[in-house]
């Protein structure tokens, strides 16, 4: 199973950053969003498609239908800046799968 | 609240064994299943393998080969040894916690830059 994720994205701040994670029919599948900022390890920002851990602003939420899963971050701010990568669980090899990862920019 | 820490030799020599531990302090170890990840400079994470506390384990298909994940619940950690190693298995190393309703992975540890060199 492949998850395909722009290599690149860019967003003015205080403007709103699509992410977008394709795979065949992943809307039938759960997907989450790690967060990863330079010489850190990820953190987990949305869960089980659109749920937020605590400590999360909500200004971080997703959505999945169809063959596209969406990361949205409303009022982007410079610390925002990161690496992104989506995550599915793929049921024939029962192992997790991770999109290639998409790099914010704020401009 | 549960953090992870990594830890094991930073350089490995090709054909050799891989070993790392990751230790789990603030929260035990059982009931959960734990995972090692890891990612290559300036690429994606692939995910190594998991361990449920009972050790019962899954490996990735491409390195199943070649990995061996252990669990000591007296010490509340677990461990990953990775044989034949070769200049792509060059990486970070992650622990992180399995999540079962969904499958997702929190917390993760900070991660050990394992480098493979003679």
């Known amino acids: 199973y492949v998850l395909t994720q722009p290599p690149s994205v860019s967003v003015a701040p205080g403007q709103t950053a699509s992410i977008t994670c394709e795979g065949n029919n992943v809307g039938s599948k759960s997907v989450h969003w790690y967060q990863q900022k330079p010489g850190q390890a990820p953190v987990l920002v949305v869960f089980?498609?659109?749920d937020r851990p605590s400590g999360i602003p909500e200004r971080f939420s997703g959505s999945n239908s169809g063959n596209t899963a969406t990361l949205t971050i409303s009022r982007v701010e410079a610390g925002d800046e990161a690496d992104y990568y989506c995550q599915v669980w793929d049921d024939s090899s029962d192992h997790p799968v991770f999109g290639g990862g998409t790099t914010l920019t704020v401009l | 609240q549960v953090q992870l820490q990594e830890s094991g030799p930073g350089l490995v020599k090709p054909s050799e064994t891989l070993s790392l531990i990751c230790s789990v302090s603030g929260g035990s170890i059982s009931g959960y299943f734990w995972s090692w990840i890891r990612q290559p400079p300036g690429k994606g994470l692939e995910g190594i393998g998991y361990?449920?506390?009972?050790?019962?384990?899954t490996y990735n298909p491409s390195l199943k080969s070649r990995v061996i994940i252990s669990v000591d619940t007296s010490k509340n950690q677990f461990s990953l040894k990775l044989s034949s190693v070769t200049a792509a298995d060059t990486a970070v190393y992650y622990c992180?916690?399995?999540?079962?309703?969904?499958?997702?992975?929190?917390?993760w540890g900070q991660g050990i830059l394992v480098t493979v060199s003679s």
């Open positions: 361990i449920h506390y009972s050790g019962s384990t």
């Open positions: 089980d498609d659109n």
């Open positions: 992180a916690r399995l999540n079962t309703m969904y499958n997702w992975f929190d917390p």
